[in-house]
């Protein structure tokens, strides 16, 4: 096994099998700021995969993939801000989405070399952890891996119930989405396409912005990072303004979209990621909140957890879209434990295209 040795102990029979693991451990909190080498650690442990050490329901797991999601600053500030994760626990292993193969088992549910999807894998090369977190991915449905990460994962789902359930526009709604070329606004545009709307995306480069338009279906987008004026932009996009809103950066653009909606339109809320990196006395607030009355606007956060009873639903949609040809999607992978850092940073840059994904292993 790759990274791990037999230890003879004692000349027993059943050799106990340990193996070094590098994990990344919170070493600081983050108040401000993209996360760097003084807050994060890789360090090396030892973790014995000998059946008999591993409890009850529970495997052990070789980590191959992980989802690097915006969410995980959110869980590095050191500041409990409402949000319904915890902060991260320092000097301790941080917990991430990834995929992983099983290599031992004491679980009747998983079997030697399934592989596996939990949104509560550490982040190590190897980590014991409860059957109940995991579930299995059929290799014989046809989709790469990755999907399970992307289209099938956290980001299509948001979109989803972005659109599908949260939003719910009417027949040839108006329908905006900010980062479009992001991990959840690729599959929201398309989404909103595939069900009949006209589309309009806001991205950070022209690269994207052909992107959006020529593989996406987007009917427009435009580079907000070219816009001096958020407000004349919408004006010139949406001549007879937004039914549903679907945000995932918060700040100015909200503030401009609160401006250009239409009677009884909705905001769905995925995330602010152009505030996830200040402190909370130093985000943009929404000066204009009050549109909201006189529109009798519905603006609504959501998370995934609490619309877990329509995953079913969603992943038959995704599958067969996906199937179909109907659904693109694309990934920046980036390869090896060592490049969570960078690959954090690069989802506050506009340097990526889609979902953010780390390759740990083959």
């Given at each position: ?329 694309k990934h920046k992978i980036y390869y090896g434990m060592e490049s969570f850092i960078e690959s954090l940073g690069s989802m506050f840059s506009s340097s990526n295209i889609g979902k953010v994904i780390i390759q740990?292993?083959?």
């Amino acid at each position: 096994m790759a990274g791990g040795e037999g230890v003879d102990n004692g000349g027993d029979e059943n050799p106990t099998m340990v193996v070094e693991s590098r994990e990344w451990v919170l070493s600081a909190y983050v108040a401000a700021g993209v996360p760097t080498t003084d807050h994060l650690k890789l360090r090396t442990g030892k973790l014995s995969l000998d059946l008999h050490s591993i409890p009850d329901d529970h495997v052990a797991v070789e980590l191959l993939w992980v989802s690097v999601d915006p969410y995980l600053r959110g869980r590095m500030s050191g500041q409990d801000e409402g949000l319904y994760f915890s902060q991260f626990a320092l000097d301790e292993v941080i917990v991430i989405i990834g995929i992983g193969r099983v290599i031992q088992s004491r679980s009747s549910k998983f079997s030697k070399g399934d592989l596996v999807i939990s949104n509560f894998f550490p982040f190590s090369e190897y980590s014991i952890v409860a059957a109940k977190f995991l579930r299995v991915i059929d290799q014989t449905v046809g989709i790469e891996i990755s999907a399970y990460l992307s289209t099938l994962g956290l980001p299509g789902f948001a979109a989803w119930v972005g659109i599908e359930v949260i939003g719910r526009p009417k027949p040839e709604s108006n329908v905006f989405i900010s980062a479009a070329a992001g991990g959840v606004g690729m599959f929201a545009g398309q989404l909103a396409k595939l069900k009949g709307y006209r589309v309009v995306g806001s991205t950070g480069t022209d690269e994207k912005v052909k992107l959006l338009k020529e593989e996406f279906g987007y009917d427009e987008a435009f580079n907000y990072n070219k816009e001096t004026d958020f407000d004349a932009a919408l004006s010139r996009y949406f001549p007879n303004g937004i039914d549903l809103y679907l945000d995932n950066v918060g700040g100015k653009m909200l503030e401009a979209v609160l401006n250009h909606l239409n009677p009884h339109a909705c905001i769905a809320i995925s995330g602010m990621i152009s505030q996830y990196n200040k402190v909370w006395t130093e985000r943009v607030g929404v000066r204009n909140l009050l549109n909201m009355v006189g529109k009798e606007v519905r603006m609504e956060g959501y998370l995934m957890g609490s619309h877990l009873d329509r995953f079913e639903d969603f992943t038959k949609e995704m599958l067969n879209y996906t199937k179909e040809g109907k659904l693109i999607s694309k990934h920046k992978i980036y390869y090896g434990m060592e490049s969570f850092i960078e690959s954090l940073g690069s989802m506050f840059s506009s340097s990526n295209i889609g979902k953010v994904i780390i390759q740990v292993k083959p």
